[in-house]
């Protein structure tokens, strides 16, 4: 599969290569969590990431949602056509997990108190991790799901904290 990383008007600049060696980390986690199953990411001959911020995923948003509000993920899959293979979209708002991953107040709904370590770069991993999830079929519309998803992703942030140094994603 094929991956394609995009920066386009984050207000914090992003290492671009940095980026692309977590997305793949990512990416084969999510392929190994089901790896028993048959997903829909198994169909994708390619995935493109844009790492984007507020106004560009609020305006995505509003085209793919057809929401006003600005949100911190949006993945897009396309079916195969006569004339193209199937493939997908993840949209990442870089300005919001820059934001709340500043600050400990606006993680405490997502990780548990205990993890001090949490930075933007984790959160940008864990909403790079959930529009992997979603493109594999889970769905997050209820409690139960939300929280499984959520209980997979941080374990992938947390296996790709071990094998990259989630500091250089993020230039400063």
Known sequence: MKLKITIKNPLQ???RSAVLRLTELL????????SLEKTQLDSFESISVL??????IT???????????????IAVPY???????????????????????SSPQNTRDIIDSSE???????ELALYIA???DHLAGAEDHTDTGFKEMRKREISWVRKAQEQFPLEKIFKT
Request: proline fraction near 5%.
């Open 27 to 34: 990416l084969k986690f999510c392929s190994d969590e089901y």
């Open 130 to 132: 959930h529009g992997f």
């Open 59 to 73: 305006e995505v948003n509003r085209l793919v949602m057809d929401s006003s509000d600005t949100t911190d993920v």
């Open 51 to 56: 790492f984007a911020g507020n106004d560009e």
């Open 79 to 101: 079916s195969a056509t006569p004339a193209e293979p199937a493939s997908a979209e993840i949209f990442i708002n870089a300005d919001l997990a820059y934001t709340r991953g």
């Open 13 to 15: 600049k992003i290492d």
């Open 116 to 122: 001090a370590d949490w930075s933007p770069a984790h």
